[in-house]
């Protein structure tokens, strides 16, 4: 990031006293883009610069000063992964090289939604190709079309996936915040490993329209920033209904188009806080010495940790995403323009069998495995799955825990747990909790119940003031 400014607030008070303009601003970002995206560290984060970014840029500070500004976002450079339509002169691929020469008709929502706050879409970021639900074994991070993306602050240090370009773009300062999508840790699992601050609201929360599907019962869009300010400063512009997402009409009357107001440093005070130790057994010596700081931290600002809490169940089977994926994907699919080679998921696998050796490096064994599936959901097996992660994850498994012993909020670690708050649809916010010896990044991420974005805000926010540990990766 441009090092004069920490927060989107800090870049519209330059913008106010005329120190900065969106055109200077953007220009910066391009000039650190070309210093370490390709060259240099080669972070790779970046698939394409839109553009008209530096247009609309001009455009947005002639607009500021004959008639003020629209909001927060007005000028502020935004990028976003690349499985979110834009309809502009950029592409949208999910990273495959079957959609390379991908033109969307219109904006998505959150495109739409980002424009009318005045934010600058300054392009389109790398990401695990199809979003992770291509095959196993595949990098986090890489995509036939984009290659491999690289964690700034080693490239020994896993990325995360799979909004890894959106997440090692913003650590390593190549915009002021970005847009991933989550369907289970793909914000939390790329924010925390590059010592971010990442948003996985409610589904619903946001729309969806407009963004390549893996299932729609778990897919959402979703922040992710440095600083928990500029994470709720843009959470509140991407909230709205949508005609085309019926699951937006969930959030009427709960959803808030300004969570600032939740930016609470005292957020922790009198809060009561659970942890399930069993999702805590994958992490290391040093990884764990950071949790046990944490949770003291957290203490210290007066919240309650209630330290033998145990979520009953953690539904653990993921067959509804490869029959969501099926049906969500061939809809998406069957609408792009005739220039596009694939139409189908099937057509997706055969023409990744016609160009191996660049798409196949990792072969596709989750895409056939969907593609096995109906479709139609109308398979018992789909829909006996379906209710069973409602019930798991929901009723008996956050709910009840939740309400057994009145918690404002579950306390997981990097993106464990991720699981099982996806499966419930239920949002999750992940904050910087410092580094290990290596300096590989740890983040804490505080989980509740639907439409609890305000509350989390608040912890995320007041365990960010007390502890205030991230810090720049040197590049």
């Not at 003020?68 to 949208?92: F, Q, S, V």
């Not at 890489?142 to 080693?154: A, I, K, T």
């Not at 991420?445 to 974005?453: N, V």
């Not at 007041?462 to 810090?471: C, D, I, L």
Request: net charge negative.
């Amino acid at each position: 990031m441009n090092k004069n400014y920490n927060t989107i607030e800090e870049i519209q008070l330059a913008f106010d006293k005329g120190a900065e303009t969106s055109l200077s601003l953007t220009k910066s970002y391009l000039k650190i883009i070309s210093k370490y995206n390709q060259t240099g560290p080669s972070i790779n984060a970046i698939l394409e610069i839109n553009p008209d970014a530096l247009h609309i840029a001009e455009a947005l500070d002639i607009e500021r000063e004959q008639h003020g500004a629209r909001g927060p976002l007005h000028g502020i450079p935004i990028l976003l992964k690349d499985n979110i339509d834009t309809g502009d002169k950029m592409h949208t691929s999910a990273g495959s090289i079957a959609l390379a020469n991908n033109y969307a008709k219109e904006d998505s929502f959150v495109a739409l939604k980002l424009r009318e706050a005045g934010a600058v879409l300054l392009g389109k970021a790398n990401l695990t190709e199809w979003a992770n639900f291509m095959t196993e074994g595949m990098p986090n991070g890489y995509s036939s079309r984009g290659g491999q993306v690289l964690n700034p602050y080693s490239p020994l240090f896993d990325v995360g996936g799979s909004s890894s370009g959106p997440a090692a773009a913003i650590a390593a300062g190549f915009a002021t915040g970005s847009i991933g999508t989550e369907t289970s840790g793909s914000i939390l699992s790329p924010a925390s490993s590059n010592s971010l601050v990442g948003i996985k609201p409610t589904v619903g929360l946001i729309s969806r329209s407009g963004i390549i599907p893996i299932a729609h019962s778990q897919d959402t869009a979703g922040p992710i920033t440095r600083t928990v300010a500029d994470a709720a400063v843009i959470l509140g512009a991407l909230t709205g209904l949508d005609d085309k997402d019926p699951a937006t009409r969930t959030s009427a009357g709960k959803a808030k188009t300004d969570y600032t107001n939740y930016l609470n440093s005292t957020g922790l005070n009198g809060a009561r806080i659970g942890i399930d130790r069993n999702y805590l057994t994958e992490l290391d010596h040093d990884e764990l010495a950071l949790v046990d700081k944490a949770i003291e931290d957290i203490k210290a600002q007066g919240a309650e940790i209630i330290d033998s809490t145990e979520i009953a169940t953690n539904p653990s089977d993921y067959s509804v995403l490869f029959h969501e994926f099926k049906c969500d994907l061939n809809a998406y699919l069957n609408d792009l323009s005739p220039n596009v080679p694939v139409h189908s998921l099937a057509e997706v696998i055969q023409y990744n069998l016609e160009h191996a050796e660049k798409a196949l490096q990792y072969g596709q064994k989750l895409l056939v495995e969907s593609e096995s599936k109906s479709g139609t959901l109308t398979d018992a097996e789909y829909i006996n799955a379906r209710l069973e992660d409602i019930e798991l994850a929901q009723e008996k498994g956050i709910d009840a825990v939740m309400k057994e012993h009145q918690l404002d909020a579950l306390l997981f670690v990097n993106n464990y747990g991720a699981g099982i708050a996806a499966k419930a649809g239920y949002p999750s916010i992940t904050v910087p909790a410092g580094y290990t010896p290596e300096d590989k990044p740890v983040g804490i991420t505080f989980t509740g119940m639907a439409y609890s974005e305000a509350k989390l805000i608040e912890l995320a926010y007041g365990y960010e003031q007390a502890t205030k540990h991230r810090k720049d990766p040197i590049l």
